[in-house]
């Protein structure tokens, strides 16, 4: 890693496997944490408020879950700006693919994916 994370690496590596797996024993209360902590994550990677985990919820309630996959999409695209401006390999197809998980009813994926592309901006990809 040759720069300083701006968000602390204890906090935002989480292990993939544990977090699907807490996300459907939970019947996805989980995979709502975890989307706000992946969008604070993000925000800090951008050093700006890029991503609103109300805005998410009130959208995504209120358009019945349309917000949510265009959310997915917009995670994905800013994923891959961090990865582009810090000189990681970027995943071209990281957005279609979350969009596809989201349209397809499987977005606790799209998270895993998510997750594992943040867990490399740290050098760490634990399993579970």
Not at 76 to 100: D, M, P, S, T
Request: charged share 10%; proline share 4%.
């Amino acid at each position: 890693m040759n720069h300083n994370p701006p968000y602390p690496a204890q906090e935002a590596v989480i292990p993939v496997g544990v977090a699907v797996i807490l996300t459907i024993v939970t019947c996805g209360l989980y995979g709502l944490w975890w989307q706000y902590k992946q969008m604070e994550i993000l925000n800090a990677w951008h050093g700006r408020e890029e991503y609103s985990f109300l805005t998410y919820l009130i959208l995504s309630f209120i358009t019945c879950g349309i917000y949510a996959v265009y959310y997915e999409y917009k995670m994905a695209q800013g994923i891959n700006e961090i990865q582009h401006r810090y000189g990681y390999r970027v995943n071209e197809n990281l957005a279609l693919l979350c969009v596809l998980l989201s349209i397809c009813s499987v977005g606790v994926l799209s998270l895993a994916i998510q997750q594992s592309d943040i867990n490399d901006l740290y050098g760490e990809n634990p399993d579970i």
